[in-house]
């Protein structure tokens, strides 16, 4: 275990570098930090000073290495929006986006585990249509049209939720109905199809022919096995996580990373932009880890092979 | 092009493919009628295609056309509403069917354009790595592994902040950073197909490494491409639409149904058309690309279909 860790994370080196490369490339070979950082009524004496001052009239490898010392000591630069250094900021605003994250992720395995199942088991009943039209519905629709819906019927109309921003349950309850219900979709029909395999195995009809009772072989001996597949499913979800909680955020002005990394975006704060773009790479990678290693546990066949 | 003739002695030993595709093409015509879902996706397609290609038709206004005095006027079929305006206009008074009309082409062109820019890239790296293998493969796998560790979303947030919006930066950074699945698929196919006999007994009679992979293997693994690419247009319309409602996009004077749901957002309160419009006709264009994407699947990769049930 403990070798496979290290190993794992001495993997993470080349990913990084391979991303600060695409990050450095992107930044400062195609964009002007000078242009972007002074006025428009500067001199050119002042664009002299400000370039030597950055070190952008080092040669680019040479920009490269610093850029990537500083990347390593933490230092992404100074937020021009905020006139504050960027890692800060953004570490700051990671708790909103893990709450969020996680209530979506949590409302989806609670939605899509039962329904996926009962679709399974019901194959090509009525139920199973039905819960697979609605999974394909779930699938179809941009999860910030759904947001702006649920926030015209049930904040506007009804009045129940609010309308954006952060605060109690009440607060969380739309953005994480809108980031898992598209979730809960994915994974409903993954869930479906890996159930469909394994209670065709024949320890299953072994179990029926005994005359267990069918929900007991369903939830002991089918499910205990299809949990593997889950974890799986988990982390391949998790990047249109990530992806769904920038859009989310924005949708519900929720206060954490993706909202602060799409108003960057868009003001051209590319030091927010480094740091969050690190922090999610970092991230990302040790959620897959973390897969793996929980896949461990839960398959000890895995460690012998 | 010479196809080998059965009498044709010391001919190459490719699979008889011209008669085999057109009975394909009949045989999935037949199951495209039997299939509902399949029919269903067809036919919003092909709707949505038409009202592409005849915008200009069935257009009532120009779809940036400004009229401050309409500004926010609900549907007609709506008090308040006025026939000039089938589905009510939005804050700058632009009318919304209008835009809906020529939204469906920024759709499909991004859609379409995107998935072709994405599925040229990874054919070629996926036949590259798989034919030339060794090095060449570690370094092409290593860095498709690479991409897959970065959201697709965030790489294109980052190019886009430094590119700037537009739909043919949109085209190529969708494009650019969507081929890993591709190459990943490509690179599997051709593995297996390298090794088999009529491959090998071209590269024996000393065809060139150009003549095998276009004309022995690229036709083979054309139909695991075409069932990767009918799922991948369907999220390549949902992130452009993601995209332009992010503001980093489609820019005018192109319209996006992204961009109309991100006006609409802030008037929800009061003019819930402006928002609603747009985001159904997402839902039912993508809906529909599911459907025939499902379909083309089942046809094309039967074997797919025994694993979904």
Known sequence: MGKYLVKSLLQMIPVLLL???????????????????????????????????????????????????????????TSFRYGESALPLVLERLPASFELAFAAMALAVVIAIPLGIWSAVKRNTFIDIFISGISVLGKAMPNFWMGIMLILLFSVMLGWFPVSGRGGLTHLILPAITLGVSLAAQMTRLIRSNMLEILNQDYIRTARSKGIFELFVIGKHAFRNGLIPVVTIMSLQFTSLIGGTLITETVFAWPGLGQLLVSAVNTHDMAIVQAAVFVIAIFVILMNILTDLVYRLLDPRIKYS | ??????????????????RSEARGLKKGLRQLLRSKTGMIGAVIVLIVCLIAIFAPLLATHDPNAVAPIDRLKPPAWLEGGSSDYLLGTDNLGRDIWSRIVYGSQVSLIVGIGAVLVSG???????????????????????????????????????????????????????????????????????????????????????ARSGRIIFRHILPNVMSSFIVLSGMNVATT?????????????????????GGMLSDGRQYVATSWWVATFPGMAITITVLGVIFLGDWLRDVLDPRMKLKNG
């Open chain 2, 1 to 18: 092009m010479a196809i080998p003739t059965e009498s044709g002695a010391g001919a190459l030993p490719v699979p008889p493919k011209k």
């Open chain 2, 237 to 257: 319309i949902i992130m452009e639409a993601s995209l332009s409602f992010l503001g980093l996009g489609i820019t005018t004077p192109d319209v996006s149904w």
């Open chain 2, 120 to 206: 040229a890239i990874g054919a070629v790296l996926g036949v590259t790595a798989a034919y030339y293998g060794r090095w060449v493969d570690a370094i092409i796998m290593r860095l498709a592994d690479s991409l897959l560790a970065i959201p697709t979303i965030l790489l294109m947030l980052v190019v886009l902040a430094v590119v700037g919006p537009g739909m043919w930066t949109l085209i190529f950074v969708i494009g650019a950073t969507n081929w890993v699945s591709y190459a990943r698929v490509v690179r599997g196919e051709v593995l297996s197909l390298k090794e088999r006999d009529f491959v090998k007994s071209a590269r024996m009679i000393g």
């Open chain 1, 19 to 77: 991303i600060s490369l695409i990050v450095f490339v992107l930044v400062r070979v195609t964009g002007d930090p000078v242009a972007l950082m002074l006025p428009e009524s500067a001199t050119e004496a002042d664009r002299a000073t400000l370039t030597r001052e950055l070190g952008l009239d080092l040669p680019l490898y040479q920009q490269y290495g610093i850029f990537l010392t500083n990347a390593i000591q933490g230092d992404f630069g």
